[in-house]
T-cell receptor, first 113, second 117 residues
Framework: GQNIDQPTEMTATEGAIVQINCTYQ??????LFWYQQHAGEAPTFLSY????GLEEKGRFSSFLSRSKGYSYLLLKELQMKDSASYLC??????????????FGTGTQLKVEL | DTEVTQTPKHLVMGMTNKKSLKCEQH?????MYWYKQKAKKPPELMFV???????INESVPSRFSPECPNSSLLNLHLHALQPEDSALYLC????????????????FGDGTRLSIL
């Protein structure tokens, strides 16, 4: 089984930087994804980490430490449109079944003026 | 707009009805997925199809019956659902569910919002 934890809610100011943490315990780890989901919409892919270290993509960066079972998503120069739920998802290899994605509890980010 | 299309967008049905949810993708992806998402909760995996064969069933009740007629289509047949089955049903696809490595994200449709009366 898997246990994936994120803070439930965070609030930040427009223009600031926010870090959303994710901790996980899993077997068969095969990568970690971050998705953004606006209310009533589909989750959209933000970033992927499979090796330790930092991946940067514009205003978004994601970090992974496999030994610590820890990842974070860093959002810079926050904009109002960044208000959304941010989902950490662990990809697990299932023998005979393929890759399985399990989502964390999600972090609802509110960006204020 | 997403590249994974789901129909219908909304569905209201009674507990004795039979209905189907449809999902279509034309990205050449060979893996397709069904998820269930309750309000303010993350998506929960239900089924995985890899190369048109069911590869993962997350102990989903038999009142949900998936079908993959071809590599572009995925259906979810519904029968005798319960009120607690009301949720957003998301379909997703990825290039391949079989590779052990690779940064292949899953692409999600906008979902079907299902209400059981």
């Amino acid at each position: 089984g898997q246990n994936i934890d994120q803070p439930t809610e965070m609030t930040a100011t427009e223009g600031a930087i926010v870090q959303i943490n994710c901790t996980y315990q899993t077997s068969g780890f095969n990568g970690l994804f971050w998705y953004q989901q606006h209310a009533g919409e589909a989750p959209t892919f933000l970033s992927y980490n499979v090796l330790d270290g930092l991946e940067e993509k514009g205003r978004f960066s994601s970090f992974l430490s496999r030994s610590k079972g820890y990842s974070y998503l860093l959002l810079k120069e926050l904009q109002m449109k960044d208000s959304a739920s941010y989902l950490c998802a662990v990809k697990e290899w299932v023998t005979g079944g393929g890759n399985k994605l399990t989502f964390g509890t999600g972090t609802q980010l509110k960006v204020e003026l | 707009d997403t590249e994974v299309t789901q129909t219908p967008k909304h569905l209201v049905m009674g507990m004795t009805n039979k209905k189907s949810l449809k999902c279509e993708q034309h990205m050449g992806h060979r893996a397709m997925y069904w998820y269930k998402q309750k309000a303010k909760k993350p998506p929960e995996l239900m089924f995985v199809y890899s190369y048109e064969k069911l590869s993962i069933n997350e102990s989903v009740p038999s009142r949900f019956s998936p079908e993959c007629p071809n590599s572009s289509l995925l259906n979810l047949h519904l029968h005798a659902l319960q009120p607690e089955d009301s949720a957003l049903y998301l379909c997703a696809s990825s290039q391949d569910a079989g590779e052990r490595f690779g940064n292949q994200p899953q692409h999600f449709g906008d979902g079907t919002r299902l209400s059981i009366l």
